[in-house]
C-alpha cells in the first residue's frame, strides 16, 4: 500500500471501529487489518508519526465526532472507535516521549464533585484524545482543589467540568469560581445535560457545548 492509501485505510478503521485482524467488528471488515496494523506497517514504511497521526488517526476520530453529535452514531460506536484509535495510538507512544510528535495541547477533564456519572465525560474524553490533544482524566466526584493542582501542573490547559444532575450545577459554579479566582486565565469549558449557554455566561466559564465535536472545534480554534 502506498502513503496515501495506508493513511486513508487508518482513518477508515478509526471511523468503522476497526481495531485489528482478529477483531469480529465491523462484520464487513472481517479477516482485514485494523488500525493496530495499519499504524504499524505506516511506521515500518517509512511514514512519519506525525502524518500517521494528523492525516490518518484524527481525521477518523473527528468523522466519528461529527457522526455522533448529528446522531448517525450512538455511544456502542464511539466507544468501538475509541479503541481502534488506542490500538493506533499504542504505536506512536514512543514517538511522543521523545517529542518527535507534539500533542496540540493538554485538555483536564472531570465530573463535578458530587457527581457520580461519567459516560458524557468519557465520551468527551475520547473524542478530544481523538482530535490529538493530550487529556488528563481526573474522573468523577472532582472538587475544586483537584482541578487547580492539575492546572498547576500544566498551566497551559484546557479545563472540561461535566455534571448530568441539576443538584450539581450549583457545584460547578463554585468550581468555575474557584478556579478563575485563583488561576484567571484558565480557559473552562462546560458541559452536560442541564447546563446551556445562559448558565455558562452566568457562572463566568468561556465555552458551552452540547456535545464532544463542539468543544473539539472550540479547543483547535484556539490553537490554530
Known amino acids: 500500500m502506498n502513503t496515501e492509501d495506508l493513511l486513508i485505510g487508518i482513518a477508515n478503521c478509526v471511523e468503522r471501529g476497526k481495531v485489528n485482524k482478529t477483531s469480529p467488528f465491523p462484520p464487513d471488515l472481517k479477516n482485514q487489518d485494523g488500525a493496530d496494523e495499519l499504524t504499524a506497517k505506516a511506521l515500518e514504511q517509512g511514514i512519519t508519526a506525525d502524518q500517521v497521526l494528523q492525516k490518518g488517526l484524527v481525521p477518523g476520530m473527528e468523522i466519528v465526532g461529527v457522526k455522533f ?12 472507535a475509541a479503541k481502534a484509535m488506542s490500538a493506533g495510538m499504542k504505536h506512536l507512544k514512543p ?11 493538554v485538555f483536564i477533564v472531570g465530573t463535578v464533585m458530587g457527581d457520580l456519572h461519567d459516560i458524557g465525560k468519557n465520551l468527551l474524553a475520547m473524542i478530544v484524545e481523538g482530535a490529538g490533544w493530550e487529556v488528563i482524566d481526573l474522573g468523577i466526584d472532582v472538587p475544586a482543589s483537584k482541578f487547580i493542582a492539575a492546572i498547576d501542573e500544566h498551566p497551559e490547559a484546557f479545563v472540561g467540568l461535566s455534571c448530568l444532575l441539576t443538584t450539581t450545577m450549583l457545584n460547578m459554579e463554585k468550581i468555575v469560581g474557584e478556579i478563575k479566582n485563583t488561576r484567571p486565565n484558565t480557559r473552562i469549558l462546560i458541559g452536560g445535560a442541564p447546563v446551556n449557554n445562559e448558565f455558562r455566561a452566568r457562572i463566568g466559564a468561556d465555552w458551552y457545548s452540547a456535545d464532544p465535536q463542539g468543544a473539539v472545534d472550540y479547543l483547535n480554534k484556539q490553537v490554530s
Open 95 to 105: 514517538f511522543f516521549q521523545s517529542g518527535a510528535v507534539k500533542r496540540k495541547g
Open 69 to 80: 453529535r448529528e446522531n448517525r452514531v450512538f455511544v456502542p460506536e464511539v466507544l468501538m
